[in-house]
C-alpha cells in the first residue's frame, strides 16, 4: 500500500490538467504486481477530460491486461480529503476490474479508504443487461 501511494504522489506531477487545476493520479495494480499508471488529461473542449482512473484502466487494457490480472486501483489526489471516483469512473471500473476488486482513496495525509469494486456502483449496468 506504501509502494503504490509513493508511486501514486510521483505521477500526480504528470496530470494534464490546466483547466480545473486539480491534478488527480492512479496507481493500478495487478495480481502479478505489475503496475500501471495514469493521470487526468483535460482538453480546451472540457468534456473530453479522461480522469485519471480510466486513463490508468485504459493504459493496462491498451498492454494486454485484463480484468483477472487486476488486484486494486488507488486514487490519489493533494488534498487533505478523499476525491472518490466520478460516476463515469465508477462504470468503467465496474466492468474492467472484477467485483472483488479494491478501490482505494488516498489523500494527502497518508490516510486511505479502500472499497469493493461493487460497492461502488449498486445496481450498476453492466455487459450481463445487453
Ligand atoms: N477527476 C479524476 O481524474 N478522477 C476523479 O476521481 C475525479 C475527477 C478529474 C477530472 C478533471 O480533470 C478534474 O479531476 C476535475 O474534475
Do not use: W
Not at 472540457?46 to 486501483?73: H, M, P, W
Not at 465508477?90 to 466492468?95: A, F, G, L, S, Y
Amino acid at each position: 500500500m506504501e509502494k503504490l501511494l509513493a508511486l501514486a504522489i510521483e505521477n500526480l506531477k504528470n496530470s494534464y490538467s490546466p483547466y480545473s487545476h486539480f491534478p488527480v493520479s492512479a496507481v493500478l495494480e495487478l495480481k502479478n504486481g505489475r503496475i500501471y499508471k495514469g493521470v487526468n488529461i483535460e482538453n480546451a473542449a472540457y468534456g473530453l477530460a479522461n480522469c485519471a482512473e480510466r486513463s490508468a484502466l485504459f493504459a493496462a487494457y491498451s498492454d494486454g491486461v485484463r480484468k483477472t490480472d487486476i488486484r486494486r486501483i488507488l486514487v490519489y489526489t493533494d488534498h487533505d480529503y478523499f476525491v472518490s471516483p466520478c460516476g463515469s469512473c465508477r462504470q468503467v471500473i465496474r466492468e474492467l476490474m472484477e467485483n472483488d476488486a479494491e478501490v482505494i482513496l488516498a489523500n494527502n495525509k497518508g490516510e486511505t479508504q479502500t472499497y469493493k469494486n461493487v460497492d461502488l456502483l449498486p445496481f450498476g449496468f453492466s455487459e450481463a443487461d445487453l
